[in-house]
C-alpha cells in the first residue's frame, strides 16, 4: 500500500511523515512521531484522551486520519508547556491533584487549554460543558474542573498586572 507524503505544523514547527491512507492522527503522533502524550482510550471518539487541536479546533485524534493533517496546524499536549515551565494549567493539574493513573489528563489539558485561550472567565458550567467530551475513570471530575477555574483566575489576575 502507497504511503502519503503529508507536510504539517505540529506544536508550531514544521513536520512531515509518511502515513498510510487508513491511519489516524493519532496513530501517526504516535507511532510515526514519537509524540505519545496523546493516549487511545478508546479509539471511537467517546473518550477524549486523544484529544489535540486542529487548527485551534479541538479534535479527537483518533477520528482524524493522518492526511487531512496535510497543510493543518496541529497542536498536542507535548506543545504546552515552555521547556521546562509547565503551562499554568498544568500546574493548576498538579497543585489540586487533578489527576490519578495518567491516560485522560493529555487530553483534559488540551480541553482545558482550548476553553481558556477563548475564555478566561468561564463558569463552572461552561467548563464541565467543554470537559464533557474528556472521560477520567479515576479521580470524578471535581479537581479537574478546580484546576481549570483556578486557572482561569490566576490567568485572569496575571492579565490584569501585565
Not at 509524540?35 to 483518533?62: H, I, P, Q
Not at 493533517?69 to 498544568?90: F, M
Not at 489539558?109 to 474528556?134: D, H, M, Q, S
Amino acid at each position: 500500500m502507497a504511503k502519503h507524503h503529508i507536510q504539517t505544523t505540529i506544536n508550531g514547527e514544521p513536520a512531515e511523515f509518511l502515513c498510510e491512507t487508513q491511519q489516524t492522527l493519532l496513530d501517526v503522533l504516535r507511532d510515526e512521531l514519537d509524540l505519545t502524550g496523546s493516549k487511545e482510550g478508546c479509539g471511537t471518539g467517546d473518550c477524549g484522551a486523544c484529544s489535540v487541536l486542529l487548527d485551534g479546533r479541538l479534535v479527537c485524534a483518533c477520528l482524524v486520519l493522518g492526511v487531512e493533517a496535510a497543510g493543518h496546524e496541529i497542536s498536542t499536549i507535548e506543545g504546552v508547556a515552555q521547556g521546562n515551565v509547565l503551562h499554568p494549567l498544568q500546574q493548576a493539574f498538579l497543585n489540586e491533584a487533578a489527576l490519578q493513573c495518567g491516560i485522560c489528563t493529555p487530553g483534559f489539558i488540551i480541553a482545558g487549554k482550548a476553553l481558556l485561550e477563548r475564555n478566561l472567565n468561564p463558569t463552572e458550567t461552561e467548563v464541565r460543558y467543554w470537559l464533557a467530551g474528556n472521560l477520567c475513570r479515576c479521580t470524578g471530575y471535581d479537581k479537574i474542573v478546580r484546576a481549570v477555574m483556578n486557572c482561569a483566575a490566576q490567568m485572569r489576575e496575571e492579565a490584569s498586572h501585565g
